[in-house]
């Protein structure tokens, strides 16, 4: 018989995304210097000092670019002035302005996943939907296994074992029904209970009936999807945390002159991991109202599509997302200064 403990994982999986969050706090509030002083002698600190080296070094830049405008009777840019103090505010005490702010965008990406798994749809949440598509495919192995060691038997011995596995099947879909209520794919596997008892009540067990139930090896696959997924949510943390760490660095950087300031690039790589968790959470869920509809058919889909599909899919929309806030931010940042210099001038 199939663990039970599997049967959990699945039905608990819809907390899986807030769950990874708050396991990955301790290593944020670390790693940025939190739990003594924001951005403290930690390696976020160190990042800072490489910061300001950078930032020394494209103040270098800035200034040299500022003679020769002004050398040529352009006017000096007041957002050319504004930036030092700016770099430097953020900059300042190891980064702790900067650590700060890094740690309220992420609780904004966090708020902002919270109230898509809070969202709710043909009258449940998803996150409910989620742990009923996750139920399904649990039930459905646990009947399965349940089932499977009569098919080794035959004659009266095949119908009694048959009659001991209905009975502990029907205790799971009892379970089940405590849990969700009435749901329609909580009655689509109990008329198919319905049926395999009738077919043993006349002693009528066919060889068909154990062709409809789960493949041995499906436990272990479905397994390996659910882990596939909590790792790419624990990767979309750990990205967003190694993205943050270059914030400084870009920080620093933001003082070149040329193109456009490099903590816009950083802003944008920080908010696509977001969008990518974003949008992941809404695929998985939107997937999950079809999965327990009655037009679902075999839930196992939904393993392999939250498990694989979800994560390819999310991060290609995340990374599209982000490319058209870096345009939008370049343009946008490219008109200001030319609106500047047109005021000044």
């Known amino acids: 018989m199939v663990d039970i403990s599997l049967n959990d994982v699945l039905i608990n999986g819809a907390n899986a995304a ?26 976020y600190g160190v990042l800072c000092w490489v910061g300001t080296l950078f930032a020394v070094g494209t103040l270098i830049f800035l200034i040299i670019e500022l003679y020769k405008d002004l050398n040529e009777g352009k006017p000096a840019v007041l957002t050319s002035l504004i930036w030092p103090l700016l770099v430097a505010f953020l900059l300042a005490n190891n980064g702790e302005w900067l650590a700060k702010s890094t740690l309220a965008l992420r609780d904004i990406i966090n708020q902002a996943n919270s109230q898509v798994i809070a969202i709710t749809m ?44 209905l009975n502990q099947a029907q205790l799971f879909v009892d379970t089940y029904t405590s849990i969700f ?19 043993v009540t006349v002693g009528g067990v066919d060889m068909g009936v154990f062709g409809l139930l789960k493949p041995l090896w499906m436990p272990i696959v479905v397994s390996v999807l659910y882990w596939m997924q909590i790792a790419y949510q624990n990767l ?16 620093g950087g933001s003082l070149l002159p040329y193109g456009v300031r490099s903590i816009f690039a950083w802003l944008t ?35 392999l599509f939250a498990g ?3 994560p390819i899919l999310s991060f290609s929309l995340a990374s599209g997302a982000g490319l058209t806030v870096w345009t939008s931010i370049s343009n946008a940042v490219g008109k200001t200064v030319k609106t500047s210099i047109g005021f000044v001038s």
Do not use: H
């Open 18 to 43: 807030t769950e990874v969050a708050e396991s990955w706090d301790n290593t944020w509030n670390d790693v940025l210097g939190v739990s003594g002083s924001p951005g403290g002698v930690s390696l």
């Open 308 to 310: 694989l599909l979800a």
């Open 236 to 251: 979309l943390e750990a990205s967003m945390l190694v993205t943050a760490l270059l914030g400084p660095v870009a920080t």
């Open 122 to 165: 043909t009258g449940v949440k998803l996150d409910g939907l989620y742990q009923e598509a996750n139920g399904n495919i649990g039930l459905q192995v646990l009947i399965s296994n349940t089932m499977r060691g009569c098919q080794s038997l035959t004659g009266e011995a095949q119908i009694q074992c048959m009659n001991q596995a």
């Open 269 to 303: 790589g920080f908010f696509s991991v977001g969008f990518a968790r974003l949008c992941f959470n809404i695929i998985v869920g939107l997937a999950s109202v079809v999965a327990t509809s009655s037009e679902g058919g075999d839930p196992f889909w939904f393993a």
């Open 181 to 199: 209520g009435d749901k329609t794919w909580l009655n689509n596997i109990q008329g198919f209970l319905d049926d395999i008892g009738g077919a």
